[in-house]
T-cell receptor, first 118, second 115 residues
Framework: AQKVTQAQTEISVVEKEDVTLDCVYE???????LFWYKQPPSGELVFLIR??????QNEISGRYSWNFQKSTSSFNFTITASQVVDSAVYFC???????????????FGTGTLLAVQP | EAGVTQFPSHSVIEKGQTVTLRCDPI?????LYWYRRVMGKEIKFLLH????????ESGMPNNRFLAERTGGTYSTLKVQPAELEDSGVYFC?????????????FGPGTRLTVT
C-alpha cells in the first residue's frame, strides 16, 4: 500500500533560520510522482514541486530546495533563510502513474505546520 | 486564467440535513478530483472524474455521498443525510489529462461543519 509519513507535526523557527521538512514514503510502484504543496492561512493548496521516480537530481528554486533519495524513500524539503510568509502547513504527497501518463489520486501525509517567528 | 473555484466556502448544517458542494475546475481540465481533510488528519482522496465518467471512487466513505459531473464541466458532491463525522474541509482539484501537465490544481476548499 502507498503511504506518506510526515513525522514533524509542528516546527517553529525564527526568521532567517534554515528549516527542513521531512517526508518518507512507501510504494510498491517503480514509477511514481512525489509532490509538495503549501497551504497558507488562506486555505488553498499551492503546488510547489513535482518529482518523478526516475529523477533523483536535487532541485533548487530560490530559497526552496528538495532532496530526493530513493535509497531511503525520502523527499525532504528545505527552506533557506526562512521568512514569516513561509508560515503555512506543508504537505508531501505521492501518486501512482496510470496508463496515459497522467497522475491519479494523491496520497498525502498529515502535513507539517511551519511557524516562522519574526 | 481562472483557478479552481469551490462553493460555498463554509457550510454549517445540522446532522441529518443535506448539503451540496460545488466545484468548477480550470477550463479544459478533463480530470477532476475530490479530497477531504478531517481535522488534524491527512487529506484523503474521495474520487476522480475523467470528463463525466467516474474513474475511481474508491475513497468515497459510504453511500451518503453522491458525486456528479454532468457534461464534464463542474462537479457537485452531495452529502445526504449528513453525519457529525462528515465535518472537514472538502477540496476539489483538476488537472489536464494529456499534454504533460500532471499537477493537480486545488481549489480553496469548502469547510463543512455538521452540528
Amino acid at each position: 500500500a502507498q503511504k506518506v509519513t510526515q513525522a514533524q507535526t509542528e516546527i517553529s523557527v525564527v526568521e532567517k533560520e534554515d528549516v527542513t521538512l521531512d517526508c518518507v514514503y512507501e510504494t510498491r510502484d517503480t514509477t511514481y510522482y512525489l509532490f509538495w504543496y503549501k497551504q497558507p492561512p488562506s486555505g488553498e493548496l499551492v503546488f510547489l514541486i513535482r518529482r518523478n521516480s526516475f529523477d533523483e537530481q536535487n532541485e533548487i528554486s530560490g530559497r526552496y530546495s528538495w532532496n530526493f533519495q530513493k535509497s531511503t524513500s525520502s523527499f525532504n524539503f528545505t527552506i533557506t533563510a526562512s521568512q514569516v510568509v513561509d508560515s503555512a502547513v506543508y504537505f508531501c504527497a505521492l501518486s501512482e502513474v496510470w496508463v496515459g501518463g497522467a497522475t491519479n489520486k494523491l496520497i498525502f501525509g498529515t502535513g507539517t505546520l511551519l511557524a516562522v517567528q519574526p | 486564467e481562472a483557478g479552481v473555484t469551490q462553493f460555498p466556502s463554509h457550510s454549517v448544517i445540522e446532522k441529518g440535513q443535506t448539503v451540496t458542494l460545488r466545484c468548477d475546475p480550470i477550463s479544459g481540465h478533463d480530470n477532476l478530483y475530490w479530497y477531504r481533510r478531517v481535522m488534524g488528519k491527512e487529506i484523503k482522496f474521495l474520487l476522480h472524474f475523467v470528463k463525466e465518467s467516474k474513474q475511481d471512487e474508491s475513497g468515497m466513505p459510504n453511500n451518503r455521498f453522491l458525486a456528479e459531473r454532468t457534461g464534464g464541466t463542474y462537479s457537485t458532491l452531495k452529502v445526504q443525510p449528513a453525519e457529525l463525522e462528515d465535518s472537514g474541509v472538502y477540496f476539489c482539484a483538476s488537472s489536464q489529462e494529456w499534454g504533460g501537465s500532471y499537477e493537480q490544481y486545488f481549489g480553496p476548499g469548502t469547510r463543512l461543519t455538521v452540528t
